[in-house]
């Protein structure tokens, strides 16, 4: 909880208990404020050893995607920049189910979306190219971009509003989400990409209005966690809403202060790095390390 003063603090507003009540607490000051110890993504002094290795975390990404069912037909892409030629991008290939997804089958595009290289189904997704294309261009801290039409996010979406912070986890995305207000069809032109990449600007997520979550980051594993924990944020508010709303009541925001002070604590990009962890070891556990082939 962020630290908060002990005196003239209002507990109660419109007769509903304040997330910002102070609490008192035994525990020393040094300590409490201690950050949680987040581990960094790994640093490469080869760009081809880079290349290998978070080509293997871009394969292991979509059997995340297939195990959560983000999946939907031949839609949805996760895409990672080059790290040996940056203006390139690896993507999956268009039709290939995403559980079965190996590093080898990746294709590598040019901005222009040309393949460059890759596995033997040489397809690539228009809208993949047209989406992922332009926010790499936009954002050159951004190596890596998740978009599916997974359930909850795509059922958030229809309602044309942002998330509402009522949960530990919704404060990842305080002050660092966007509503995309458009839905003009399949993304088939380079105009609607460019508009997308424009409305997210420096967040890490977006809401595309009847059409689904997109996430980015500074590595693949950044881009995954926050795709999968604003899956469940949709998920939840559905339902708390549901809930409440059986009641004539809504559920209760979180602070703007507390949401700020967790999302400092969790929302970095070191963190949603290493949260990712347990879904790529499970992952690698589960296949084998299959994936890597």
């Given amino acids: 909880m962020a630290p908060h003063a002990e005196d003239g603090h ?31 993504p790994p640093i490469f002094n080869d760009p081809y050893a880079e290349r290998a290795y978070w080509k293997g975390r871009l394969a292991a990404a979509f059997r995340i995607f297939a195990k959560f069912g983000f999946d939907e037909g031949v839609a949805g892409h996760i895409t990672y920049r ?17 559980g079965l997804i190996k590093a080898s089958d990746l294709l590598r595009v040019s901005e222009e979306g040309k393949i460059i290289e890759g596995g033997e189904n040489r397809l690539l997704n228009t809208a993949a190219f047209m989406i992922h294309s332009a926010i790499h261009q936009a954002r050159p801290d951004v190596n890596a971009a998740c978009h599916s039409h997974s359930t909850y996010g795509v059922s958030f979406c229809s309602l044309g509003r942002k998330l509402e912070i009522i949960t530990q986890d919704s404060c990842l995305f305080h002050n660092d989400h966007v509503l995309y207000e458009s839905f003009n069809g399949i993304v088939l032109a380079p105009e609607e990409g460019q508009n997308i990449a424009r409305c997210l600007g420096e967040k890490k997520a977006a809401l ?5 979550l997109l996430t980015v980051g500074q590595t693949i594993d950044e881009a995954v966690n926050w795709f999968v924990r604003l899956e469940k944020c949709c998920k939840v508010q559905l339902l708390a809403e549901a809930a ?8 209760i925001v979180i602070a703007d202060e507390d949401a700020a002070y967790t999302y400092n604590a969790i929302g970095t990009p070191r963190a949603g790095f290493f949260s990712a962890k347990p879904l790529f070891d499970t992952i690698h556990k589960e296949t084998g390390g299959e994936y890597l082939q």
């Fill in 82 to 98: 080059d790290p040996v030629e940056p203006e390139t991008f690896w993507v999956n290939p268009f039709g290939l189910a995403f």
């Fill in 208 to 212: 595309l209005q009847n059409h689904g």
């Fill in 10 to 40: 209002d507990d109660y507003k419109d007769g509903k208990p304040s997330t910002l009540a102070p609490v008192k607490s035994d525990v020393p000051d040094a300590v409490a404020r201690q950050e949680l110890p987040f581990r960094s």
């Fill in 244 to 251: 409440a709303s059986s009641r004539g009541e809504r559920p």
